[in-house]
């Protein structure tokens, strides 16, 4: 049974991808492993609920829905949140300046032995706590 690489994509990388930016092309190359079935993708409702007010708010509604169907076009599994990544999510938020869904993303990403693509430089004090792939 071949292993394959876990990654959780935050709001960053998808944004990154869906504006095109310099390293879209990094989070294409992931989508694509996930697409060919080479690596499991995450990312937290609450991640992509931030993208989806984002998006609405920047580009309106059409373009918010039309973020929805894309998005829903890639095996990306969107995890719904529990008790236990709250609880991990509030102790990266306690103890480092992140944002709150940042944490989530670091929470999901710590649970699930995932590396966490991402540009934000919020992550860079928790380098030691989880895997990190640089935009």
């Known amino acids: 049974m071949k292993r394959v690489k876990r990654f959780v994509l935050d709001s960053y990388a998808i ?13 294409a190359e992931v989508l694509k492993k996930g697409l060919n079935e ?3 993708l995450f990312m937290s409702v609450i991640n992509w609920g931030e993208i989806f007010y984002i998006v609405l708010r920047e580009q309106g509604e059409e373009a918010a829905n039309l973020f929805l169907k894309t998005i829903a076009r890639y095996p ?7 008790k236990n990544q709250t609880l991990e999510a509030a102790h990266f938020k306690a103890f480092n300046k992140i944002s709150y869904a940042d944490a989530f993303a670091a929470a999901l ?3 699930n032995k995932a590396h966490l693509l991402t540009g934000d430089i919020e992550f860079k004090n928790l380098e030691n706590e989880i895997k990190i792939i640089w935009l």
């Open 15 to 27: 944004l990154c991808y869906l504006e095109g930016e310099k390293n879209a092309r990094v989070v």
């Open 38 to 40: 080479d690596a499991e």
């Open 76 to 82: 990306i599994n969107i995890i719904d949140v529990d």
């Open 109 to 111: 990403s710590k649970i």
